[in-house]
């Protein structure tokens, strides 16, 4: 029951399959004692996992296409925010001449990321942050890449702010997670603006 038409094999057609099922009113059981073997040529090298990257971002397009119910709002990712806020302050430093608002805004995006591997370390166990920035910045920069790329292929702003959303648990449970990232992302960046307001004070 796989869709063979798609343009990429192993990534996201799973999905696809599993969401038809359960919209033609049938059940999907488990089988929580079942042992699965994943082979390990899909990421072993870095173009196996540019590969993987490639084609999971791009079949989060493609989906969205096939199933445009499913795309919805969302709140936006944090590079789409991070990225508004430094474009707007490169913006206004280059109009006032001023960088303050710049180093703030780039010490903001230091802090929050230390931030972010510290609550995954208290959650899963910390990792050596060497390989945890590598694979926050590539791999999942990738994924966004080609997320962002298929859909400005397809004519379309979607995937800045828009998402797959297949049912009302992973709206419920996903609002939790999402609440926190957004609440760690102000409360950095008032720490931020806080510590270099009072670095610029003092110089005054």
Not at 143 to 152: I, M
Not at 179 to 187: D, K, Q, Y
Request: hydrophobic share 45%.
């Amino acid at each position: 029951m796989f869709e063979e038409n798609f343009p990429f094999n192993l990534g996201g057609d799973d999905l696809d399959m599993s969401y038809r099922v359960t919209k033609s009113g049938y059940m999907i059981a488990s089988a929580p004692n079942a042992i699965t073997y994943h082979s390990r040529c899909t990421w072993d090298s870095f173009k196996a996992i540019r590969d993987r990257a490639k084609r999971w971002g791009s079949m989060e397009i493609l989906i969205s296409k096939k199933h445009p119910e499913l795309y919805m709002p969302i709140i936006p990712k944090n590079y789409v925010l991070i990225l508004i806020v430094l474009l707007f302050s490169i913006s206004t430093s280059l109009i006032s001449g001023k960088w303050l608002v710049t180093f703030i805004s780039c010490f903001w995006v230091i802090l929050n990321s230390l931030s972010s591997y510290i609550f995954n370390g208290f959650n899963s166990g910390f990792k050596n942050p060497i390989y945890y920035f590598i694979a926050r910045v590539c791999i999942q920069g990738m994924y966004e890449y080609y997320v962002v790329l298929q859909s400005l292929k397809n004519k379309s702003l979607g995937a800045f702010y828009k998402g797959l959303v297949f049912n009302s648990y992973q709206i419920k449970y996903g609002m939790k997670n999402e609440s926190f990232r957004i609440s760690v992302l102000f409360i950095t960046y008032v720490i931020a603006f806080m510590i270099f307001i009072f670095i610029y004070a003092g110089k005054i």
